[in-house]
């Protein structure tokens, strides 16, 4: 270590809301913040394309703690909806009213609350359907505008810098150069999975790096098999860019072009299959607006029966309630007045780095916050609207938790870099083989035996990844290690628990010869 290596107060891993909301409790405290995010802002953050709102208590916080334990199939901790829905009143107002001056839509009567699935009353604060740019940007900015926080884009984190139990730091990345950062404390924000899977609404670049590298170093990490998939992200039989527009996966048919918020069937939208039959009510009495993990099922049961499913937004005025997701439609050449096609696509990891009501981790001074954070507010599935709350309100309280603890240097870890460069192609071709086991084996239902094939797969894939990593230092062959460990995590997590519940369905079945190609 030389004696100008890089410290501060605390380091923040991610730019999302969650990353944003401890930066700044963090900095009030009075620390010096670094926040390193690889993203390039402000699109490459989950948060930026959050679409429905942040939900809030209103007047009746107790009917918010049901629905939330509703929505998990019974499964969220009541002591962290507690936290949740207590601070959520307070936790807005202070950041995204006072502190932002978040212009959220209003009616004749004041503001504009609007509901989704599962929820049992109008309590959602939005801007359009575009409302996580409208809070992301503003955050930013304000951050960037503070003398103790200091904001670096294109910077990955690499490895996290441990001894005997506690982390001091983190190994960053930025244009080819590795250097450590030692930090008092650090708090690991960087979103989901997104990447693990073909079709999802994250942005590019979601590779589980968070949970991988806490996971490495020895953290707890839990409810990895809950993985949340969106039933309608409007697919097209030809795809734009990886994660041009809210929408990641690989080009081709069926792919994700952008996620239709849920607040269009809170308003009234109605789902059909490919025989132009509404079939929710045959699923749940609450028909569209049943839970995302009932309604993604079906949409996949009668696309598979039927050839594909259409979002009907005829019984509601969709160009003037929600004008972005109609100019959405108009760039990538769908008709919303035909019926916009849907399926189900990877959306929120419900489990991550097992933390507590402070976000702080079973390693000392290591905190995780957001998506990559397993709070137990979700259980086995995430109520709507619930993610930007409860990256806020965990933000808030690890930020101010991390505070006040001096860094303390130590020899940091050795990253090799004495072998060839590998070739263009060998990350791309890993994670498309890592993509696919996760699409046919780890996907909206899951077959035990099936499982056990992803496992061995995965567990072959991580090896020849740790092969390479010993010996070479790249961000992109981080990033597949992270996403390799992370994907062995949700399906050894998935083949552990044998009870379908929330967003973790067994089924048993014979496997067709796709699935059988797949393991190849």
């Known amino acids: ?45 989950s948060s930026w394309w959050a679409q429905g709102g942040i939900a809030v208590s209103r007047d009746d916080p107790e009917q918010f703690k049901r629905d939330i334990v509703a929505a998990s199939d019974g499964t969220a901790d009541p002591d962290a909806v507690d936290v949740l829905v207590e601070n959520a009143n307070e936790a807005v107002e202070d950041v995204l009213f006072d502190t932002l001056d978040v212009e959220f839509d209003e009616n004749g009567a004041g503001l504009d609350y609007t509901r989704e699935a599962a929820h049992s009353e109008d309590r959602i604060l939005h801007v359009d359907a575009s409302t996580g740019k409208h809070v992301h940007v503003p955050f930013l900015n304000s951050l960037d505008d503070r003398e103790d926080v200091d904001i670096r884009d294109d910077t990955a984190v690499l490895e996290l810098i441990r001894h005997e139990g506690r982390v001091h730091g983190a190994m960053l990345e930025s244009d080819g150069a590795v250097d450590p950062c030692f930090a008092g404390s650090v708090v690991l924000a960087t979103g989901g999975i997104g990447d693990l899977y073909p079709r ?19 953290a707890e990490v839990e409810d990895m098999e809950y993985v949340q998939f969106h039933p309608t992200a409007c697919t097209l039989d030809s795809e734009p ?34 025989d132009d039959e509404r079939f929710m009510p045959d699923y749940h009495p609450d028909a569209e607006l049943a839970p995302r993990d009932v309604v993604a099922r079906a949409v996949k049961a009668e696309r598979e029966a039927t050839g594909e499913v259409t979002l009907d937004v005829s019984p509601l005025d969709f160009a003037e309630a929600f004008p972005d997701l109609a100019q959405r439609c108009a760039d990538h050449g769908v008709d919303w007045t035909a019926g916009i096609p849907v399926a189900p696509a990877e959306h929120f990891l419900c489990g991550g780095v097992s933390v507590d009501d402070r976000g702080r981790t079973t390693l000392d001074r290591l905190y995780a916050v957001g998506e990559c954070a397993r709070t137990g507010v979700h259980g086995a599935n995430r109520l709507a609207s ?80 740790d092969a390479y990593v010993r010996t070479r230092t790249s961000r992109s062959l981080y990033e597949l290690r992270n996403a390799s460990v992370t994907a062995l995590l949700v399906a050894r997590h998935a083949a552990e628990n044998d009870e379908s519940v929330g967003t973790h369905t067994l089924v048993s079945g014979e496997r067709d010869e796709r699935r059988e190609q797949t393991a190849d």
Do not use: C, Q
């Open 200 to 218: 999802t609404t994250n942005p590019a670049d979601t590779t589980g790096d968070g949970i991988a590298m806490a996971a490495l170093a020895g």
């Open 386 to 465: 619930t993610s930007l709350l409860e990256g806020l309100v965990w933000g808030l309280r690890a930020g101010a938790d991390a505070a006040g603890t001096d860094p303390e240097p130590i020899d940091a870890p050795d990253l090799l870099e004495r072998d060839p460069d590998l070739p263009d192609r060998f990350a791309r071709d890993k994670f498309h083989r890592l993509t696919r086991v996760m699409d046919e084996y780890v996907g909206v239902e899951r077959d035990p035996d099936d499982l056990r094939r992803a496992m061995a797969v995965l567990r072959r894939l991580k090896g020849e990844v």
């Open 1 to 45: 270590m030389t004696d100008d290596a890089l410290t501060t107060d605390v380091l923040v891993v991610g730019s999302g809301i969650a990353g944003l909301a401890a930066a700044l409790a963090a900095a009030r405290a009075g620390d010096e913040v670094l926040l390193a995010t690889k993203a390039t802002r402000p699109e490459g953050a």
């Open 241 to 274: 860019p990886h994660g041009s527009d809210g929408g990641g996966g690989t080009a081709g048919a069926g792919e994700v072009a952008f996620l239709v918020s849920e607040a269009v069937r809170g308003e009234g939208g109605l789902l059909r299959n490919g």
